[in-house]
């Protein structure tokens, strides 16, 4: 397995490299499996249209970590382990790395409790590659507008807060937090970016 994460704010562009990703592969004749985060097992996906609806009771930080992680530990149980030691190329929209980007630098939760959690959630099934589309705030909030004229409960969050969730994003790709990453820009042309991409993998042996 191949397990490849793309990480990065809504309205990046990481979502459409992830797809031109798939489509790729499987004209080459590789198995691939899409997933994503907070989703992944039916039991997420529930949980997931709680986690992003607009509530009356708002969620307070730590509740909201918790969601997110028995979301990912039930991903990881019923999804990724299943192709750990298989061909299969996994895909997935967003992993721990949202974590820390968005509940620790975002909401202002200690990162050692987030990393805690992550470790205990992931149970060492941990990206072999994390690609971060990188892209400016405002840059993403426009596009989310045009593209759906409207915002989740996560998307709503002022400026500042997202500017915090990139900035972790950054850092943890410098630290090559949970394994090997790579940063492109999210500014490019969608089909240029695939194109930085597929060379991208290449160079690091994961395509021919």
């Known amino acids: 397995m191949a397990l490849i994460v793309f990480e990065g704010l809504d309205g990046s ?75 299969t190329w996994v895909l997935c929209d967003r992993f721990a790395a949202s974590s820390l980007a968005f509940q620790s630098a975002g909401r202002s939760i200690d990162p050692k409790d987030v990393e805690w959690l992550n470790q205990f959630a992931v149970q060492k099934c941990w990206p072999d590659l994390t690609v971060l589309v990188d892209t400016p ?40 937090n949970y394994g090997p990453w790579l940063v492109l820009s999210g500014l490019q042309a969608p ?6 991409l597929q060379s991208e993998l290449r160079k690091r042996k994961f395509l021919k």
Not at 151 to 158: C, L, T
Not at 191 to 196: P, R
């Open 13 to 87: 562009g990481k979502t459409t490299q992830l797809k031109k990703l798939a489509e790729y592969l499987r004209n080459q004749g590789e198995q691939v499996i899409e997933t994503g985060e907070p989703g992944g097992s039916r039991l997420g996906d529930e949980l997931r249209q709680i986690l992003l609806r607009k509530h009356d009771e708002a969620f307070s930080p730590r509740a909201e970590l918790l969601i997110y992680e028995a979301i990912r530990s039930q991903h990881v149980d019923q999804k990724l382990k299943k192709y750990k030691n298989t061909a």
């Open 137 to 176: 705030v405002a840059e993403c909030r426009k596009r989310r507008l045009q593209g759906r004229g409207t915002e989740d409960r996560i998307e709503s969050e002022k400026d500042d807060f997202h500017e915090r969730v990139r900035t972790s994003f950054l850092d943890q790709a410098q630290k090559n």
């Open 191 to 196: 089909d240029q970016l695939f194109a930085e």
